[in-house]
Nanobody
Framework: QVHLVESGGGLVQAGGSLRLSCSAS????????MGWYRQAPGNQRESVAR???????HYADSVKGRFTVSRDNAKNTVSLQMNNLKPEDTAVYYC??????????WGQGTQVTVSS
């Protein structure tokens, strides 16, 4: 079994910053991609940022230049630094990981609320 646990969500004013972290634990052999999705009320879950195990990154157009995804392969962690937050960034943010043998896992989600 594998578990993904997120931390770092909260309430912030527009223009502020938050950092989300996610730690993977359990019977991990290898982690391919790690990343973050988000889901706002009434909306579909959407990809925010992704990072491969060799460090290549991909971002949604809506967050490019504001969000930065990073990972520590030795610690099986992925982080999302979010700067210049906007009210439209308000959502539940989910950590994801694509693992060798286990497949695709999701974290439980962490709420990010940006007030105007």
């Amino acid at each position: 079994q594998v578990h993904l646990v997120e931390s770092g969500g909260g309430l912030v004013q527009a223009g502020g910053s938050l950092r989300l972290s996610c730690s993977a634990s359990g019977s991990i052999i290898n982690i391919y991609d790690m990343g973050w999705y988000r889901q706002a009320p009434g909306n579909q879950r959407e990809s925010v940022a992704r990072i491969t195990n060799d460090g290549s990154t991909h971002y949604a157009d809506s967050v490019k230049g504001r969000f930065t995804v990073s990972r520590d392969n030795a610690k099986n962690t992925v982080s999302l630094q979010m700067n210049n937050l906007k009210p439209e960034d308000t959502a539940v943010y989910y950590c994801t990981a694509n693992l060798e043998y286990w497949g695709h896992y999701w974290g439980q989600g962490t709420q990010v609320t940006v007030s105007s």
